[in-house]
């Protein structure tokens, strides 16, 4: 995604990344796009959208904390994302990665309604937490609530492996046109 506040991709254009060590053509564009390629791939981004994510990949933070896309659709999105590592100091899942899930997966769902040309921001979220997680995956399921052509509004429930909610979150994005000379 992206929008009139938020800096590119940091690899752009830089031939640098953390997941790959070697470019099948020696290149530094060769090595960015193996890059990215490796880490649409780990994120389970479906085939036909990683065109759509070529120039930019899933973002940092969405590898960071090991997010795995099963579902990518503006009408419903669907992904994991393991506890381990995503804990606060009591060994729960973190209230922070809940809200990462949802807003992830929100975004996600609302650019593919945005469309090419445009780009969806969020401009709200909130999430109430019922239970915690100290152990194995957790599932976002993303819902449209409202597909319009300037807002959309998506719930997210995240469950753990025994399908129980752990939270519910919503997220409203704005969509909006590309600012001029930019094709993403």
Known sequence: MHDNFTEPHPRSGSGLSPIEGQANDGSAAGFHAHAIEAELEAAGIPEHLRPWLASRGVGAL???????????????AIATMPVAGNTQVAGILHGGAHAVLAETLGSFAASLQAGEGRHAVGVDLNATHHRPAVRGLVRGTCTAVHLGRTLTTHEIVITDEDGRRLSTARITNLLRDNPAGVGH
Do not use: D, P, R
């Open 62 to 76: 969405v590898a960071k904390m090991s997010i795995v896309f099963e579902e990518l659709t503006a009408q419903l």
